[in-house]
C-alpha cells in the first residue's frame, strides 16, 4: 500500500455553525462554499445526497429519510451546530 497523502488532523470535538445538506452536485460546490462564507458559517457538517431535501420531504423510500435524518442527529450529537442549513435546486436528476 502507498500512502498518498498526509496531514494532523487537529483531535478536538468542533462545535459546528452548521449542518448543511444539499445535493451531491459538485456544479453547486463554488457557489455553496461563498454563500457560506458570506453568512459567516465556516465550520460546518455537511450531507451531500442526491436530491438533497427530496430524502426528507418526499422520499423514494422510507429508509432514505431516515439515513438524512440520522445523519443529522449524528451532527447533533456530537457538533451541536446553531442552524441547519437545506439547499435545494431546480432541475435535479434525483
Known sequence: MQKLFHFDCPQEVYQADACVISCFDFRFDVQLRKFLK???????????????????????????????????RTSIRLHRPRRLLLFAHIECGA
Do not use: Q
Request: glycine residues 8%; without cysteine.
Open 38 to 72: 458570506r453568512r459567516g458559517v465556516a465550520v460546518y457538517d455537511h450531507v451531500k445526497i442526491p436530491g438533497s431535501v427530496k430524502a426528507i420531504a418526499a422520499p423514494d423510500r422510507e429508509s432514505d429519510r431516515e439515513f438524512v435524518l440520522g445523519m443529522l
